[in-house]
């Protein structure tokens, strides 16, 4: 099986390239080797390459950049996607396309499923629905996977921000009232495969860490694995901020996207790790080491 995997460059195509490198020996591309708001450089490079499936793990991704660069964030979020699904169309070759839960407004107090309305409320979101539509608009096959509050030792994360925080400074604080969950990229990467044939799961799938948290809670947690071992932090303990607080920020997001994984649950027959036994792998792999 001949594999593409775009977005090598960020968190997630980079975890991905490193785990099915030995299995698969994927070609991959970064943003410098291929820049997905270059449409015709997209058809030109993915056309004359045989593939059975291809990877999207590329996309403009600063939610606040996307409300004063919003072309830009269509262009590559939305318009491109649907270019690489009328690519797999034309080689018969599976797209498995990353989305996120910021299609949704955050309205709703119990996890969102696949069925529910997605209703974005930032320029992100519409621009990751947009391009969600534009795939599966393109052809039958196509799989949409919206995942949540990535990490992963590839790039820096919300996770890794406040253990460098808490190494330096005895006080921090993090966001209390805004609930999602952690994914970690080793498990999106061990779970992917069983999708992979474009006969097997079609439309969108929600995956996540197993739970729920807040910013606050998984600073918390996270300060809690590090002290259990052994890695030396100045501060103890999280405090509460609001999501009013956050006065510098330019977009809006939703106060609860959580993800539910049902549906991943009955096609699979396998649940999703808890996020804090993700989040304490991730420390003890990689920062243990350090």
């Known amino acids: 099986m001949k594999i593409v995997i775009l977005g090598t460059g960020g968190r997630l195509g980079a975890a991905l390239m490193r785990e099915y490198r030995e299995r698969y020996d994927p070609a991959g591309f970064n943003h410098a080797q291929l820049d997905l708001a270059n449409l015709d450089e997209v058809r030109g490079t993915l056309g004359g390459m045989n593939f059975d499936v291809l990877i999207n793990a590329a996309g403009f991704t600063n ?49 969102y499923t696949e069925e529910d309305r997605a209703n974005p409320i930032s320029g992100y979101g519409e621009s990751k629905l947009a391009g969600e539509k534009n795939v599966l608009a393109a052809a039958d096959g196509h799989l949409v996977v919206r995942v949540s509050w990535v990490f992963g030792p590839d790039r820096p994360s919300f996770v890794d921000a406040m253990i460098k925080r808490a190494q330096q400074d005895e006080k921090l604080g993090a966001i209390s009232d805004k609930f999602s969950t952690p994914t970690y990229t080793h498990d999106i990467a061990d779970m992917l495969p069983q999708f992979f044939d474009r006969g097997v799961a079609r439309g969108i799938l929600h995956f996540a860490n197993a739970g729920k948290c807040t910013w606050q809670e998984y600073a918390q947690w996270a300060l809690d694995c590090c002290r259990d071992a052994g890695i030396p932090l100045k501060a103890r303990t999280v405090g509460a901020l609001k999501l009013s607080d956050m006065t510098n920020w330019v977009a809006r997001r939703p106060v609860y996207s959580v993800l539910s994984a049902a549906k991943y649950v009955e096609l699979t027959g396998r649940a999703s790790r808890a996020w804090r036994e993700a989040v304490a792998d991730y420390i003890t792999r990689f920062y243990s080491k350090k």
């Open 63 to 111: 939610v606040d950049a996307c409300e004063t660069a919003r072309d830009r964030a269509f262009l590559i979020n939305a318009e491109a996607p649907g270019i690489l699904a009328e690519i797999c169309n034309e080689k018969d070759a599976k797209l498995i396309h990353f989305s996120t839960d910021y299609v949704f407004d955050g309205e709703k107090r119990s996890p």
